[in-house]
């Protein structure tokens, strides 16, 4: 077991689950992990694809703003989102924060940049796939396929979730060879080590 990850674990009152891969499974997981242990919050941990180069490939962050990307009409120029449509994911005075395709979390004391990250059905291919998305999401940072499921889940059902990823690729590269996905996991668990460690501090 990996060093970062065994220190996210040795943290009293820690259950670890996995949620699943992609926004299917990770949110029906999730509801599922939030009714049988009924947390007081919960921490999303994993991987993403960066958008920006401002954001370094082996570091991690904090991501406060959720976006959806893949639910609606159409694909690829000519996709258009269920919100512009005027139909809604979910009923939208059930949760407050959702407005459209966003959804707000609020951010950590640990973090004075509200990043987006933008969940997807499937990761960029390439790069018309990662300049179609910024089309109509230019906000977004980065990219990864289990967020605004999950974030989703916790919502509804009024649960406090932070959500970490470790930055593991440049978006639409499909080059494995050039991906640093240990050195992001690694960067995700010593992150969401010192945020579990100002809250457990913050709540004594």
Not at 34 to 39: D, H, N, R
Not at 48 to 67: D, H, K, N, R, V
Not at 122 to 134: H, I, M, Y
Not at 167 to 187: F, H, L, M
Request: proline share 4%; hydrophobic share 40%.
């Amino acid at each position: 077991m990996r060093p970062a990850l065994q220190a996210v674990l040795a943290i009293d009152g820690i259950e670890a689950k996995v949620c699943g891969f992609g926004p299917i499974a990770s949110g029906i997981r999730t509801a599922q992990l939030l009714a049988e242990f009924q947390p007081s919050s919960c921490l999303l941990v994993g991987i993403a694809g960066t958008y920006q180069s401002s954001l370094a490939i082996g570091s991690a962050y904090e991501f406060c703003e959720i976006a959806c990307y893949g639910i609606g009409a159409g694909s690829g120029p000519e996709f258009t989102s269920s919100s512009k449509m005027g139909w809604r994911q979910w009923p939208e005075k059930l949760i407050e924060s959702l407005a459209g395709d966003v959804l707000q979390l609020p951010s950590s004391k640990s973090t004075s940049r509200r990043f987006q990250l933008l969940t997807v059905c499937a990761a960029s291919g390439n790069e018309q796939d990662v300049t179609q998305r910024l089309r109509l999401h230019p906000s977004a940072v980065a990219e990864d396929m289990e967020a605004f499921a999950v974030a989703l889940a916790c919502l509804s059902s009024k649960v406090p979730l932070t959500i970490i990823r470790g930055i593991s690729n440049q978006a639409g590269d499909r080059e494995q060879s050039r991906w640093a996905v240990k050195p992001a996991i690694e960067a995700a668990c010593q992150l969401a080590t010192t945020f579990l460690g100002a809250s457990s501090k913050g709540s004594s």
